[in-house]
């Protein structure tokens, strides 16, 4: 059993938050950051932590992770090594909107490289595994729903690469011309299109005032990240048209991510699964 290497807080400053807590720089040493979970949530820093080491090793660009820890107040985070000058695409994008199709372009490269990354299946879960699983804890859907869903995700072709497993535009960063990926608590492996669908999702999907807050920009520019992605991921023989129909379904199926972390149903994500549950 790993033992958490005890901080304090006194030691950090806040700089930004999410779903499952927040994340602060450390006053006395810049090179390390501090993701911090909400309290109550133990095992779940030591499973991004043990997750987050296997993923830097395999060399796809994340912040090298650190020791697993706990606050004077007893809340568990992971220490980074911090990337000094960095900012997100979600947040370039919001500043810069004039610059999104050549954030959209960056993005768009850093998922066909993850993507590309073949993994030792047996060190990392399927991503149909999880989402049949999310599927029978998920307590929103009635069983007749529940196995359309499970069928079709049963009949996705498998893929032995990454899925990030929260593939959007906030969790991925930039300083200077290097890339990374962060918040990879989800990392698993199979088809592309389960993590797609999240970058769909929080373009298209998501209302106004969830993209402003979460996002740092307007709906409409978050169309125009999305409507600039999908030429230079999937290439100009596929219309945006043909894009959105093959992904809608992928989209839908994040709610069972959603829903896990909210404990709530999002019926504003159920129309995107009417192909499968129709």
Same mark, same amino acid.
């Given at each position: 059993?790993?033992?958490?290497? !005890?901080?304090?807080? =006194? @030691? ?7 779903a ?14 501090? !993701? ?17 080491? =296997? ?13 697993y ?5 007893g809340?568990y985070?992971?220490?980074? *090594? ?44 399927? +991503? =149909? ?26 009949? +996705?072709? @498998?893929?032995?690469?990454?899925? *990030? ?12 011309? !290097? ?6 608590? @989800? ?11 999240m ?63 909210? !404990? ?9 699964? =009417?192909?499968?549950?129709?």
């Amino acid at each position: 059993m790993i033992k958490p290497v !005890k901080i304090s807080l =006194k @030691d950090y400053v806040q700089f930004g938050g999410g779903a499952n807590g927040e994340s602060f720089d450390c006053i006395s040493d810049p090179s390390l950051m501090l !993701k911090l979970y909400f309290p109550g949530k133990i095992q779940q820093p030591l499973d991004e932590m043990m997750l987050a080491r =296997k993923v830097y090793a395999m060399g796809i660009p994340t912040p090298e992770p650190g020791e697993y820890v706990e606050t004077e107040d007893g809340r568990y985070g992971i220490r980074f *090594h911090r990337i000094p000058g960095k900012v997100s695409y979600a947040r370039a994008t919001g500043d810069h909107p004039e610059k999104v199709k050549q954030y959209a372009a960056e993005f768009a490269a850093m998922c066909r490289d993850l993507h590309a990354t073949h993994v030792n299946t047996s060190e990392f879960e399927n +991503v =149909k595994d999880r989402y049949l699983r999310l599927l029978q804890e998920n307590p929103f859907f009635t069983g007749e729903e529940k196995e359309k869903l499970a069928r079709f995700i049963t009949e +996705v072709p @498998d893929e032995d690469t990454a899925i *990030h497993g929260d593939l959007q535009y906030g969790n991925a960063i930039f300083a200077g011309d !290097k890339r990374y990926f962060i918040d990879l608590g @989800d990392f698993c492996y199979g088809n592309h299109l389960f993590d797609v669908g999240m970058v769909y999702l929080c373009s298209y999907l998501s209302d106004e005032a969830f993209i402003q807050e979460a996002f740092h920009m307007p709906k409409p520019v978050a169309k125009q990240f999305w409507d600039a992605f999908v030429p230079e991921y999937f290439g100009p023989q596929i219309s945006l048209e043909e894009a959105e129909t093959l992904i809608l379904p992928y989209a839908g199926l994040k709610t069972l991510i959603v829903e896990r972390d909210t !404990k709530r149903p999002m019926l504003e994500f159920r129309d995107a699964l =009417k192909s499968i549950l129709e």
